[in-house]
């Protein structure tokens, strides 16, 4: 992967796309989540992406770390349900752990999202393959040693490699075997995520 350094307006687009992306993909990942869940994830998501990325349109911070930050509260504050605390904690973790630095490297995140995983699975006391948003974000952590492509492949890949999963974690956990043959829309909507990174960092050159 590229030492290419990103700055705060990287990460300003890069969850202005992801935004985008929810809001496009909102109706789908709410009927994911009907057929195991509260049918309401993709309607929450839209909500609390859409705020981050009014936030950002403003005066938006002036560092990687303070952006990511800044969208994990309004998360937090926006959210309903899980995805909130979860989607905030992955932010704000990955946040805290870039520091104040003006500039990182894709290595930088790479270490630094690694954080926020791991804060995430804090949260949720989950592990991959329990069919939660672990099982897309993990293997894209992985993955973004080799490329932001490389990543957002992973993800997805992770979040169909749900569908034969029981879940152990979460509202879904309480169907037992009923949750086998369905994604999981956390993972569904943590591809996304990974998948906006990968075409803001593509449009930019900074693969």
Same mark, same amino acid.
């Given at each position: 992967?590229? &030492? !290419?350094?990103?700055?705060?307006?990287?990460?300003?687009?890069?969850? !202005?796309?992801?935004?985008?992306?929810?809001? =496009?993909?909102?109706?789908? @990942?709410?009927?994911?989540?009907? %057929?195991? /869940?509260?049918?309401?994830?993709?309607?929450?998501? #839209? =909500?609390?992406?859409?705020?981050?990325?009014?936030?950002? &349109?403003? &005066? $938006? $911070?002036?560092? $990687?770390?303070?952006?990511?930050?800044?969208?994990?509260?309004?998360?937090?504050? !926006?959210?309903?349900?899980?995805?909130?605390?979860?989607?905030?904690?992955?932010? #704000? #973790? !990955? /946040?805290?752990?870039?520091? +104040?630095? +003006?500039?990182?490297?894709?290595?930088?995140?790479?270490?630094?999202?690694?954080?926020?995983?791991?804060?995430?699975?804090?949260?949720?006391?989950?592990?991959? /393959?329990?069919?939660?948003?672990? +099982?897309?974000?993990?293997?894209?952590?992985?993955?973004?040693? /080799?490329?932001?492509?490389? %990543?957002?492949? *992973?993800? %997805?890949?992770?979040?169909?490699?749900?569908?034969? @999963?029981?879940?152990?974690?979460?509202?879904?956990?309480?169907?037992?075997?009923?949750?086998?043959?369905?994604?999981? $829309?956390?993972?569904?909507?943590?591809?996304?995520?990974?998948?906006?990174?990968?075409?803001?960092?593509?449009?930019?050159? *900074?693969?």
């Amino acid at each position: 992967m590229s &030492e !290419t350094s990103l700055d705060a307006g990287f990460f300003v687009r890069w969850l !202005t796309a992801a935004a985008a992306s929810v809001e =496009r993909e909102a109706d789908r @990942l709410t009927e994911l989540d009907s %057929a195991i /869940g509260d049918a309401d994830h993709g309607s929450n998501l #839209r =909500r609390g992406f859409a705020a981050v990325a009014g936030t950002l &349109e403003g &005066e $938006p $911070p002036g560092t $990687p770390g303070a952006v990511l930050a800044a969208a994990g509260r309004q998360l937090i504050s !926006t959210v309903g349900g899980a995805s909130g605390p979860l989607y905030g904690t992955l932010l #704000r #973790r !990955t /946040g805290k752990a870039l520091g +104040d630095a +003006d500039r990182v490297t894709a290595e930088d995140l790479r270490a630094a999202l690694r954080a926020g995983v791991d804060g995430v699975a804090q949260l949720g006391g989950s592990a991959p /393959g329990d069919k939660t948003m672990l +099982d897309a974000l993990d293997p894209a952590v992985e993955a973004l040693g /080799g490329s932001f492509r490389a %990543a957002a492949e *992973a993800a %997805a890949q992770g979040a169909l490699a749900t569908v034969p @999963l029981r879940a152990r974690k979460g509202r879904a956990s309480y169907l037992g075997e009923r949750s086998i043959g369905h994604q999981d $829309p956390g993972a569904a909507s943590s591809a996304l995520l990974f998948a906006a990174l990968a075409e803001t960092a593509e449009k930019e050159g *900074a693969e």
